[in-house]
């Protein structure tokens, strides 16, 4: 597996404060990669270490097998997780110029910002000033400016924060196409369902550490499916037979799939006559994977986390 | 490294555009034409009255009344015929002493005198006559006095052409006037600075609030990130200064051409051409020391106030440098004047004055060398004060993984 770009044990203080403590990371090349963890985990400023913005105290990073990420610049593209812009450029010339920094000719870029505000829904935007744009656009010109001299590594940091769920349905497929172009996609996000949508592969940091590192199904995974059971009979002697965690809520039956399988259990309400109503078999999702992995609390604090989606 | 100096370029590039395409920056470039144009034309008006009402009308003839008999007859009738400007009024003098050095002295004297409009001396007659006045005088008189020195001389072959000493208006003489030549241009120099460089204080702190700086900086390494905004600071600047110094030296020569008696600038050591050329080698210098200095402070500070709270100390140090560079022109060649070159901060405003007082080159070659090595220092210290205090960089240890 060619790696896009691996981490091993960094460690960043701010001071008295560890902000990351030993993170380890490998995202293969190709691979739609997610961090998840809540706001202050310590996800920025790994991603901002792995790019080389800062250095490690501690630990060794590298990108496409560089330890100097600066080096190969002109490979990534890098969304920060708090937008700016010139204001006073036009859209065109705002994605022209990010893509010149990394070594687009300015001519060639304006042909291709041309062609991604048009495809992007922003066609009437391309010879409009920044601070024309409302923010959703804004955040969109600078997204196209960090795709436009069409990296191999593209990093966004929050990417869907602050955009609408139209324009977050639109990133999702972006995000797809380009990873369908080859590109390896790493991104930040403290909403578990865009990771759930996009992801292969995650990483969930809290406190600064990496508390998971692998595939998306290998996460939920840890945890056994679960066994929705309503019945027709509300009592007899086949509760017995349910299994230990067997819990009545509102008339039905919830249990983890036992680790003989459901055929078991099924017998046993068949031949008892507790009548089968509905019967539900539920993968676990990144959610509960997430609280099992991170915790509750954890999990509490993503939830509450604002979601920067526009009301 | 090419992509590096690309993406540098881009930014200053950029920066360049931006800031010379605003309106602002048309209002920064006309206000002091405008000021100056104003200040310019009043100075012409009183140059012109004053040339008309002062004009030094008087030609003083140094020699005996019987030396100078011929030369002053011819020098009349020809004024009666050809009614010239070019021919003034004479007037004979006795010479205090006989030997040429003190003829010339008394010249001096006499050009100076603020009681008296004489705008030549001719000593030295019968045998030796030379003309004594300012450059414009001389060129003014040259004519009338050679026309009429050969007329009286009748019997001589050939025309007797006068020696002529220049000295200025005021009687100064060149090492003075040099003095002087130096002194303009390190206010010169001190004053663009002033003017320029605090361009580049609010220019990161505007960056950091906007939050460009991240993407900047994610794509480029610091240092080229603050080499960018010195040299996209430094090309607004020259632009600046390339449209004032056009006003100024169309305005001088306006000036020239309406006040006939206007002193010619005194001729720098190292020749104006090279002087002209070493002014904005130094102007260069002086400004990205200082530049660096404040690009690093405005690179730390949050907001416009903490620029102007943490910039106190780079200006009182300015003004500092700009004490001690007055002082040493009473001794350019003492400890504290050959410590004031060698200081990188006070480095360029010296090497100016020096190349306005001697022709010697070597040692701009030397502080020209010395103050860009201290540029490079600046901008790493600065460059490096901000990753670890801005962006809180520990060191990397450079390991494949």
Redesign the interface.
Known sequence: MTLAV???GLV???GDTRAVNGVDIAVPEGAIYGVLGPNGAGKTTSLRMM?G?????EG???VF?N??P?EI??Q?G?L?E????????MAREVIA??G????LP?AEGRLRADKLLEDYGLGHATKRMVRTLSKGQAQTVQLL?TLVHEPRLIVLDEPFSGLDALSQGRLEKLIRSRAANGATILFSTHVIAHAERLCERIAIIAGGKVRYEGSVSAARDRLPSRVQVRTRATEGAWQADLPSDAVLEDGVWHFALPASGIEPVLQTLITHGAGIETLAIERPGLHDAFIDIAGASVAKEMNAAPTGELA | MNAILNATFVIARRDYLATVAKRSFLLFLIAPIVLLLISGGVGLVIGISAAHKTHPSELVVLAAPEASKAFVEEYKSLRDQLGSSDFINTTVEAPAKPDMDAQIAQANKLLTDPNRAVRGVLAGLPDHPELVSTGNGIDQLRGGVNLALTDAGAAAAKPVEAEEHTIDAKGVNVTDKREGLALVAVYILFFLNILLSGMLLSNMVEEKSSKIIEILIAAVPVDAVFFAKLVSMLAISLTAIAVWGSVAGAGYLTLAHFVPGAPPPPEPGVGWPLFCVLEVLYFVMNYLLYGSIFLGIGAQANNVREVQIMSMPATILQAMVFAVISLTSANPHGPLAIGAMLFPLSSPLMMIGAAARESTLWPHLLALGWQALWIVIIVRFASNRFRRIVLKSGPMRAKRV
Not at chain 1, 100 to 103: D, I, Q
């Open positions: 691996e981490a091993h960043k203080n701010f790019l913005i800062i250095d490690p105290d060794h990073r590298a097998g330890p100097r600066l610049a002109n990534i890098y920060p708090e937008r700016g812009l010139y204001n006073s450029m110029f990010m010149a920094l990394r070594g300015l400016g």
